[in-house]
């Protein structure tokens, strides 16, 4: 079993709708959580970090943590085509940096 | 500001041939990563550089493949014999010690091995 564990969709929208991704995992050593966003034959590019349990908010997107239940979240409001890209969880202890295997989104216009 | 700067982008070799992948990090970060990324796939790490030093190498398959990080800045990964389940590609990544979270990626080596 995976350590993070991401349903790999693909997911499509219609512009406009609010996207809701999310990843589970297993390692309780995880401290901090990052979403990433990866355009095709590009690098992925840092989107979100939170370090605790809650809600992290920037512009039309959110973060949300809930250690409790090893499960995190991302959420996209007003989505764009521009928001279309592959969104990939990751999770860091002391030691290393581990990663989901991506959502691909389309948002459609 | 330039990013993580890779080369070449694009790769197609024969298997058994050698390649090697150069990387150059953003200007001031001491941490370099390389990590592999198959496709459908998130990235996973090779191996991690602070400065020159190898300091988790782990993952790296070290019967075909090296990395060096000569005088703490630009790095290189090679894999020598190439095989088809190399067919990936290959990011480099850099950060600084103390913000070890937020990472930059470059674009990344694509690599076809026929």
């Known amino acids: 079993q995976k350590e993070v564990e991401q349903d790999p969709g693909p997911l499509s929208v219609p512009e406009g709708a609010i996207v809701s991704l999310n990843c589970t995992y297993s390692?309780?050593?995880?401290?901090?959580f990052m979403w990433y966003r990866q355009y095709s034959r590009k690098g992925p590019e840092l989107l979100m970090y939170?370090?605790?349990?809650g809600n992290k908010e920037d512009g039309r997107f959110t973060a949300q943590v809930d250690k409790s239940s090893k499960y995190i979240s991302l959420f996209i409001r007003d989505s764009q085509p521009s928001d279309s890209a592959t969104y990939l969880c990751?999770?860091?202890?002391?030691?290393?940096?581990?990663f989901g295997a991506g959502t691909t989104v389309t948002v459609r216009a | 500001e330039a990013g993580v700067v890779q080369s070449p982008r694009y790769k197609i070799i024969e298997k058994k041939q050698p390649v090697a992948f150069w990387c150059n990090p953003i200007?001031?970060?001491?941490?370099l990563y390389w990590y592999l990324q198959n496709l459908g796939q998130g990235p996973e790490l090779l191996i991690r550089?602070?400065?020159?030093?190898?300091?988790?190498d782990s993952q790296l398959p070290k019967d075909r493949f090296s990395a060096e990080r000569l005088k703490g800045v630009d790095s290189t990964l090679k894999i020598q014999p190439a095989e088809l389940g190399d067919s990936a590609v290959y990011l480099c990544?850099?950060?600084?010690?103390?913000?070890?979270?937020?990472?930059?990626f470059g674009e990344g080596s694509w690599l076809t091995v026929v």
């Open positions: 939170t370090y605790s349990s």
């Open positions: 990751a999770m860091r202890d002391d030691y290393k940096l581990s």
């Open positions: 390692n309780s050593a995880f401290q901090y």
């Open positions: 550089y602070e400065n020159e030093e190898a300091v988790d």
């Open positions: 990544a850099s950060s600084l010690r103390e913000t070890g979270n937020t990472i930059y």
């Open positions: 200007s001031g970060h001491n941490t």
